[in-house]
Every structure is written in C-alpha cells, then in structure tokens.
C-alpha cells in the first residue's frame, strides 16, 4: 500500500531527505525491497534515486567499505510532489541499477 503524499513527506523529512538529494535504495537480501521503495521514491517525485544492484550481500561481497556509525539526523522540510506519469516498470527500473 501507498502511504498518503504527507506521511510520505514527513517520513523523508524525518530522515533528513530533501528533493535535492541523491538517495541509493538498499536491502539486506539483495534486492528484495528495495525495489519498492525506489518506486515509492518515484510516485512521490524523488527523481535521483537508484537501487544498488544485488544489494547489501553483493556489495559487502564486493570487498567495498560499509560505514555503521550512527549519525545526526537533520530534519528537513522535504515536499514530495506526485509524479503525474505512469511508469513502465523495467525500461525505468533497469537504468536506475547502479
């Protein structure tokens, strides 16, 4: 299910997420839901947003760093506006893999 475009904003600005921000979308089982939040991401209309490919197994797998410090959260006032296109799925999907 959707969440409504005001949940939505406050989530991301909860999180310090702003529009302007370049976000990589992640799962622990290598892209399981990630995906889904790449298209909520999307809907909402977050334009730089990408799932990393295989997730966080392939990327630990990789050899690349992972960072696990906590960090301050600074809250934004993030607006999320409502993408008016419909997406078609995999054409889309597949050039936002990093």
């Known amino acids: 299910m959707l969440p409504s ?3 939505f904003a406050a989530a991301c600005s909860a999180l310090g997420i702003e529009n302007k921000d ?3 979308v992640y799962d622990g089982k290598g892209i399981f839901s990630a995906a889904r ?3 909520m991401f999307r ?5 730089s947003v990408w799932v990393l490919d295989g997730g966080l197994p392939k ?5 690349y760093e992972v960072e696990s410090s906590a960090y301050a959260i600074l809250k934004s006032n993030a607006a999320s506006e409502a993408a008016e ?14």
Do not use: I
């Not at 809907?43 to 334009?47: A, D, I, P």
């Not at 296109?85 to 999907?93: D, H, N, S, W």
């Open 22 to 24: 370049g976000v990589v």
């Open 43 to 47: 809907v909402f209309g977050h334009e």
């Open 59 to 63: 990327w630990r797998a990789s050899g």
């Open 37 to 39: 939040v790449w298209w």
């Open 5 to 7: 475009e005001e949940a």
């Open 85 to 98: 296109k419909v997406y078609q799925g995999q054409p889309l999907f597949k050039k936002n893999v990093l």
